[in-house]
């Protein structure tokens, strides 16, 4: 009886040794995947799951969104009249680079750090640039309101979509890009927008 007890001892002593070695291993390949992640993956994630978030813009604007669409540089989301409100009051296309932050909830906050099981996004559509969604809504004449690093904001229909910079024909909201509409014109570099707002129905 006592060698049975004495084994049994030895025995829970390894398992419990082999137990926290295992436990050290798990929480050093954690460790090593979290370094290894990037925040394009994590902005992916958010966006899949429809996450609610408040952007830090680098106009100092705090924007409530939920997020729908990832581009190469760009995000695609929903605004939201409050952030203690889902309803979405437009659609919205924010270049990457205006974005200084973003808060989420805590539990969301976790979820974005999971590791993906499969595709589920757009793949092609993580491929579609800034430019190439800004061509698409001036071949479809979209409405669009401009917010730039400027401070300034101004509504048009964007006329044609370069390789950095935007031609803007102004009219008033509401307006439908017509000659006797049109206000002016501005040239607006894509470093310089903060923020495309386009009417609610419109997707990404």
């Known amino acids: ?5 004495l084994f049994e001892d030895l025995e ?16 050093e390949s954690e460790r090593l995947r979290i370094a290894r992640l990037d925040l394009r ?12 978030a408040t952007l ?15 581009g190469v540089d760009w995000l695609a989301a929903a605004s939201r009249v409050s952030p203690d409100t889902r309803a979405a009051s437009s659609a919205l296309l924010i270049p990457l680079s205006a974005v200084l932050g973003l808060a989420v909830d805590h539990g969301m906050l976790l979820t974005s750090l999971e590791e993906r099981g499969g595709a589920t996004g757009s ?5 579609m640039t800034l430019g190439f969604v800004l061509r ?13 690093l400027a401070g300034d904001d101004v509504h048009g229909t964007i006329d ?9 024909a102004l009219h008033d909201t509401g307006e439908s890009r017509r000659a006797a509409a049109v206000q002016g014109h501005r040239i607006v570099p894509y470093a310089a927008l903060i923020a495309i707002r386009m009417p609610g129905d419109q997707r990404l």
């Open 1 to 5: 009886m006592h060698w049975d007890r």
């Open 12 to 27: 829970g002593q390894l398992a419990s040794e082999w137990e926290a070695e295992r436990a050290a291993l798990d929480a």
């Open 41 to 52: 993956s994590r902005l992916r994630l958010l966006c899949d799951t429809g996450a609610d």
């Open 56 to 70: 830090d813009l680098m106009n100092g604007r705090r924007l409530p969104v939920t997020l729908q669409s990832l």
């Open 123 to 127: 793949l092609l559509r993580e491929r």
């Open 136 to 148: 698409d809504l001036a071949r479809r004449r979209v409405p669009v309101h401009l917010s730039s």
């Open 160 to 168: 044609r979509a370069a390789a950095d910079h935007l031609d803007l």
